[in-house]
T-cell receptor, first 115, second 112 residues
Framework: EPEVTQTPSHQVTQMGQEVILRCVPISNHLYFYWYRQILGQKVEFLVSFYNNEISEKSEIFDDQFSVERPDGSNFTLKIRSTKLEDSAMYFC?????????????FGDGTRLSIL | DAKTTQPNSMESNEEEPVHLPCNHSTISGTDYIHWYRQLPSQGPEYVIHGLTSNVNNRMASLAIAEDRKSSTLILHRATLRDAAVYYCILRDVGNQGGKLIFGQGTELSVKP
């Protein structure tokens, strides 16, 4: 069964540095998402992306965050200047079409540790 | 999306059925009920969804109350691999963008 893959599995970065988290969604999917989960807390929505533009974003997704689909396969989340509070698991997800009941398929996440 | 209430944790014995409840008293007529689960160290995984009628798939069954103010996810024979956090999420038909709003969920532990 096709999977959403995320790299790296663990990223350690100094505070203030830029970081790029990478995701390869399932190939025929059209909607893409990023979520994060701070240790011991809920999974939180960050942003959704459709037709090469952001369709919705949360309050968490401020100017320090950006997303891009640089080619036909990758979907990236960039944090420009990382803060300690950005330490979390970041999950990428994709969905096959705009039917709202289509399930989202999640990757296994990237653990981001900010030092 | 409307709010759901789930117990923080539940325990089950292996190979016994598990009934995971979810209350959603403010559900609207256009809200679908979705269930996801999150196994340890993994991303969330879709389990099942429904609107009014009970639903079955290879993973689980979903029983929806007649007034739709509550629902129950049923695992017919729990295995150790079913130990996870289970999330009940309401999705409005107008939410085409599809974001999921997760609560704290129910942490299910399965004893051998």
């Amino acid at each position: 069964e096709p999977e959403v893959t995320q790299t790296p599995s663990h990223q350690v970065t100094q505070m203030g540095q830029e970081v790029i988290l990478r995701c390869v969604p399932i190939s025929n999917h059209l909607y893409f998402y990023w979520y994060r989960q701070i240790l011991g807390q809920k999974v939180e929505f960050l942003v959704s992306f459709y037709n090469n533009e952001i369709s919705e974003k949360s309050e968490i997704f401020d100017d320090q965050f950006s997303v891009e689909r640089p080619d036909g396969s990758n979907f990236t989340l960039k944090i420009r200047s990382t803060k300690l509070e950005d330490s979390a698991m970041y999950f990428c997800a994709s969905k096959p079409w705009t039917g709202f009941n289509q399930p989202q398929h999640f990757g296994d996440g990237t653990r981001l540790s900010i030092l | 999306d409307a709010k759901t209430t789930q117990p923080n944790s539940m325990e089950s014995n292996e190979e016994e059925p598990v009934h995971l409840p979810c209350n959603h008293s403010t559900i609207s007529g256009t809200d679908y009920i979705h269930w996801y689960r999150q196994l340890p160290s993994q991303g969330p995984e879709y389990v099942i969804h429904g609107l009014t009628s009970n639903v079955n798939n290879r993973m689980a069954s979903l029983a929806i109350a007649e007034d739709r103010k509550s629902s129950t996810l049923i695992l017919h024979r729990a295995t150790l691999r079913d130990a996870a956090v289970y999330y009940c999420i309401l999705r409005d038909v107008g939410n085409q963008g599809g974001k999921l709003i997760f609560g704290q969920g129910t942490e299910l532990s399965v004893k051998p």
